[in-house]
Structures are given as structure tokens and as C-alpha cells.
């Protein structure tokens, strides 16, 4: 699912094989955007389960994967 997604979000066939083509096609946005985009991708997918118990816990864990994530790209 996470190959599949990250797919989604570059714009590429999301079969779940990251070759070539979703390497280019990641190669070509920007990092912040990336970034910004899967996080949202991700919590789109955790809202979609209506999960009420474990869905805060899902959406914090995101939220600290991205600030991370840009804190390393600057």
C-alpha cells in the first residue's frame, strides 16, 4: 500500500512496483511537496477506516513524520 500511494502522488501507474518510471517521476518534485503530499495521502487513507479508536494516534504519528521529515530537508 505505501508503494501504491507514493505512486498515486507522483502520478504514475500505482501497481505497487517502484522502478524507473515512479523513481523519475519522484526525482521530479520538489521535496517539500512530496512531503507534504504523501503526509496528506496518508491521512486521507487513516481517515478513510472511520476508526475512532486508533484514528488520533494515526493522524499525530503523520504530523511527527512530516516535521521530521522536513526538518531534514531544511
Known amino acids: 500500500p505505501a508503494a501504491m500511494m507514493l505512486q498515486e502522488v507522483v502520478g504514475t501507474k500505482p501497481d ?3 522502478g524507473k518510471i515512479t523513481l523519475a517521476a ?4 520538489p521535496v517539500q511537496r512530496l512531503i507534504d ?3 496528506q495521502a496518508k ?3 487513516y481517515k478513510s477506516l472511520h476508526n ?3 484514528e488520533h494516534g494515526w493522524l499525530n504519528r ?6 521530521n521529515a522536513m526538518s531534514m530537508v531544511g
Request: charged share 25%; hydrophobic share 55%; aromatic share 14%.
Open 16 to 18: 505497487g512496483a517502484i
Open 26 to 29: 519522484v526525482d521530479a518534485v
Open 37 to 39: 503530499a504523501y503526509s
Open 43 to 45: 491521512e486521507d487513507f
Open 52 to 54: 475512532a479508536t486508533y
Open 62 to 67: 503523520v504530523a511527527e513524520v512530516r516535521l
